[in-house]
């Protein structure tokens, strides 16, 4: 389907497509030096049925479902979308929205012993990456194939809904807190997404991430998606950081775009006319600059 979205974006003269790749519910990208990521990482035993709240919303299928691409069929997309005019934006989530790598490789988590599955429901997921040598020299890995297979010099990050009971719990990383001289787990997570910038930065790339990686402190060339409303946003463009404005009341078609009570939708009510009338500079920005 993503060379389907392509010829539309052409249509419409977009440029960038974001591709969300890894979540909590699949891995679907081909990573070669880590092979469980697909094996294990790219199916969930099963699928809830119905909506985020409301009826069926305890409901599930029973059914497997997984699948990822290959090497070879991302970079026949890319090509395709370059082809089109079009640069092509891979994410990788982290340290957040990880329970597939998790599942696949236990020894990026807090809790190696544990055993994990791939997430089969909506929200959000406590375990997380732990920010340990190990993790890192992973990520450098994974993120040296995905460099290899997107020419983008912007990577996408993620680090999006990362809850911090796991750290908070975990002696490694309170005394990494402690030996970094980190103010909390929210410097913590500053300390991740920095160490993953650095390395992107040293292979020509820079990176760009949900506006919680602006909790603790925004690592220096990041580009900040604020999705969150515009607050992030304003607060990154404040310090002279790029922005994407994509806050969810305008931007998300997630949303419903009828009343019907039984959509599968994560929920609230966002029409195409509203999407097309977002002003994506805020009234506060034209006052700052006037």
């Known amino acids: 389907f993503p060379s389907h979205d392509n010829d539309g974006m052409a249509m419409y003269k977009l440029n960038n497509f974001h591709w969300h790749l890894t979540d909590d519910q ?63 934006i891979p994410e990788i989530e982290m340290p957040g929205h990880s329970m597939a790598a998790i599942t696949a490789y236990p ?70 807190i402690r030996d970094s001289a980190l103010r909390d787990e929210h410097g913590l997570q500053s300390y991740f997404i920095g160490r993953i910038e650095k390395y992107l930065n040293s292979k020509g790339r820079q990176i760009i991430g949900w506006d919680e990686i602006l909790e603790g402190g925004l690592a220096p060339t990041a580009t900040v998606m604020s999705w969150r409303g515009e607050k992030g946003g304003i607060e990154a463009a404040k310090e002279k950081h790029t922005v994407i404005m994509t806050p969810g009341g305008w931007m998300y078609f997630d949303h419903q775009q009828n009343k019907k009570e039984d959509s599968v939708t994560i929920g609230g009510y966002t029409t195409i006319q509203k999407v097309y009338s977002y002003e994506p500079l805020p009234r506060v920005m034209y006052r700052d600059w006037e």
């Not at 699948?67 to 991302?74: A, I, L, P, S």
Request: aromatic share 10%; glycine share 10%; with cysteine.
């Open 26 to 88: 699949g891995w679907r990208l081909e990573i070669k030096k880590y092979p469980n990521l697909t094996k294990v990482g790219s199916m969930r035993a099963q699928t809830k049925v119905g909506g985020y709240n409301g009826a069926l919303s305890d409901v599930f299928d029973n059914v497997p479902h997984g699948g990822f691409y290959t090497q070879e069929q991302v970079k026949e997309i890319v090509a395709y979308a370059q082809d089109r005019c079009i640069n092509v």
């Open 107 to 176: 020894i990026m988590s807090c809790n190696p012993t544990k055993t994990y599955k791939v997430g089969e429901n909506w929200g959000v997921y406590n375990d997380v990456l732990c920010p340990s040598d190990t993790t890192f020299n992973m990520l450098g890995h994974i993120l040296d194939e995905v460099i290899d297979m997107f020419p983008s010099k912007m990577i996408h990050i993620g680090g999006d809904e990362c809850p911090k009971e796991m750290w908070k719990s975990n002696e490694f990383c309170q005394q990494l």
